[in-house]
Structures are given as C-alpha cells and as structure tokens.
C-alpha cells in the first residue's frame, strides 16, 4: 500500500515539475531506475539478511524510506503550481471507458498476472536454491546477480524488433510463452543448479521484456487524452498483482510445497497466454498534445477534433477548449505535420 501510495504521487509530482517536452523523457528514466532498484534488491537482500538477519532487512527498509523522505524535503522543488494533465492524471470521466476497452482490460490482466507471478516465484525460489540445489543463502546474491545482468542483456534485442520492426504482438505472446516455459523448467530443474540458473535465466527474460512492453501497449492502445486514467489502473492491477502473488505463493508452500507451486504458476502464465491470444497488432502511435489557441475562436472543439482527425497520421484526437490544448494520438511515420500545424503553435510528445 505504501509503494503504491509514493509511485502515485510520485507520477504527479513529475508531472508539476516538468516541461511538455522533458515529461517523457523524465518518466522513461523513473521506469528505468524502478527497474534497476529491483535487480539491485534480489542482490542486496541476501547479503543483509546474511550479515544482520531477517530483521537488518527491514531496518534498512526503514532506513531507506527515511532517506527518501530527506531527499523530497531538502531537494526536490515545491512545484509552484499545479498543473492538471489528461495524461499523466486521472480523469473520472475517462474510468468507465477504459475498463470496458477490452484491449485495455486485457493488459492490466496481464501485469497483475505477472507480478502475480514474480512475487509467488520469488517466495519459492530461495527454498528451492537451499533445499533442492543445495547453494548456500550467502552465495544467492552472486547467483541473481548473474541470472538478473544476462537476462536483461539478452532482452533488449526483442524490445527492438517488436517495436521497430513493428512485431510487438508477436514478441508479447513470445514473452508470455517463456515465462510458462521457464516455470516448467523450474519444476524439474530444482535439484540441478545449473539448469534452476537457466530456468531463472528465462524467466527473468520474460519478465524483464513483458514489464517493458505493456506500459509501451497501454499507451498504444488508450485514446487519446486518456492515457493517465488508463495507466492509473494498470498501476493498481499491478500493486493487486504482487498482493495476490504473495497469498497464492504463500498458500500453495504450506498447503503443496516446492514440487507443485512451479506447476501451479506456469498455469497461470499459461492462462495469461490464453487472454492475450486474441490481441491483434496495435497501431504503433505515440501521445503529442497540440497547442490550438489559435484555432478555439475559429472552429467549435467538436469541429476542431474532426479537423484534427482528417490529418493524415493523427488517429484521434480531444480537444480540450478552456485549456485550448488538444490531445492526440499520432502514427509519426504517416504523420502530415506541416497540415497538423496549421492548427496550433507547436506540438510536443506527452
């Protein structure tokens, strides 16, 4: 509840404190040091807990939230103002409609299934290191450590061709699919390091390129305009995820143990497949907001919109006329831009 709480905010805080055109980039580095503070964190927890116990975890917990707090007193800015933006904030009246696009529903499945997944692996993995393979709790940092470097390398090539080449869905299902594999391999490979090691290796592939491909997919496929209410709850099925991971994990440890709770989580993975299956190849655009002051005193904001869409690249389009913004959905490779500002002063990417 808490990490919820502080990424929330946190978004928003981000959102007061940076220009239109240094956003994106703000959140992208956010995303990546998230990713980051994880890997780093399968490494340090064994290396605490070895040298101060259970309870030297929770103090550096502790000590870290604290260390934050600081840090947001003494040197992250008091935004001035703040400033209200569709896709970075909530929207009430954009909450129905994006929990009935099936598309959309279909994504925040998916992350709750896969931090589901992460977290019910991860109350498994450490017992089936100790009692099955035999590794020592002070050697698991340097096995994650390699497991975590190597699979992240051997990730980035597919995120690549899904979304360059334009083969996103082929590369969702493929991650989708390794994670059913890697679990099945878990579950034979637990008394044999070196094929648990490969087992975890494909798994932390998958994870890695799924936890990067659906933020990508969710704002693909949000209309425009919407894309902070859509994440909003892509976000909460996420922190739900982890939660359901931890009492499923949890339950089939006391009631099956180590030899059933891999199978049961390759189900899971497996029924995840099973609802992405018929997702089909998103339009490969990206959010621009268009300043159309200059347009407001000329067209109505209905009439406006559908100028906008009649643009060839722009896929929709919102305008909003007491902000005299638009929100847009643009593909770049079609884009007519020179059409495009002939409506507003300048564009920029949300």
């Known amino acids: 509840q808490g990490a919820g709480a502080i990424a929330s905010v946190l978004m928003a805080l981000v959102t007061d404190l940076t220009t239109e055109e240094s956003r994106t980039r703000a959140m992208a580095v956010i995303g990546m040091s998230i990713g980051i503070s994880f890997s780093v964190a ?8 070895h040298s ?13 939230a604290v260390l934050g707090a600081i840090i947001v007193i003494f040197l992250v800015p008091t935004p001035v103002m703040r400033k209200e933006h569709r896709d970075t904030s909530l929207v009430w009246q954009d909450l129905g409609a994006s929990l009935k696009n099936l598309a959309l529903v279909r994504l925040d499945a998916g992350i709750f299934l896969l931090h589901m997944i992460l977290t019910a692996t991860f109350m498994a993995v450490p017992l089936s290191l100790v009692q099955r393979a035999g590794l020592d709790k002070t050697e698991h940092w340097a096995f994650y450590l390699s497991v975590m470097v190597l699979a992240f390398l ?23 699919a390794l994670l059913v594999i890697a679990m099945l391999l878990a579950h034979v490979s637990q008394m044999n390091l070196m094929a648990f090691w490969g087992a975890l290796f494909l798994f932390f592939m998958a994870f890695n390129l799924l936890e990067a491909v659906l933020p990508s997919l969710v704002s693909k496929l949000c209309l425009a305009g919407s894309k902070g209410t859509a994440m909003g709850v892509y976000s909460t099925s996420q922190f739900l995820g982890a ?16 030899d059933v709770i891999y199978l049961v989580i390759a189900l899971a993975a497996l029924l995840w497949f099973f609802i992405a299956l018929p997702m089909q190849e998103p339009n490969y655009s990206t959010s621009m907001i268009l300043d159309v ?58």
Do not use: C, N, W
């Open 52 to 64: 101060f116990g259970l309870s030297g975890i929770f103090y550096l917990t502790s000590g870290f």
């Open 154 to 176: 051997a990730m980035i090539p597919f995120i690549v061709i899904g979304e360059r080449r334009r083969r996103i869905r082929a590369v969702f299902l493929g991650g989708i």
């Open 243 to 258: 939660f359901g991971g931890g009492a499923l994990g949890g339950f089939m440890l006391s009631s099956a143990g180590l």
């Open 293 to 350: 002051r200059v347009s407001i005193g000329k067209h109505s904001a209905d009439d406006l919109s559908g100028l906008l869409r009649a643009v060839a690249g722009v896929e929709d389009a919102i305008v909003l006329r007491e902000k005299g913004v638009a929100y847009l959905k643009v593909d770049k490779s079609r884009l007519d831009s020179e059409t495009l500002l002939q409506y507003g002063k300048a564009s920029v990417p949300a």
């Open 42 to 49: 399968l490494v340090l927890g064994p290396m605490v807990g």
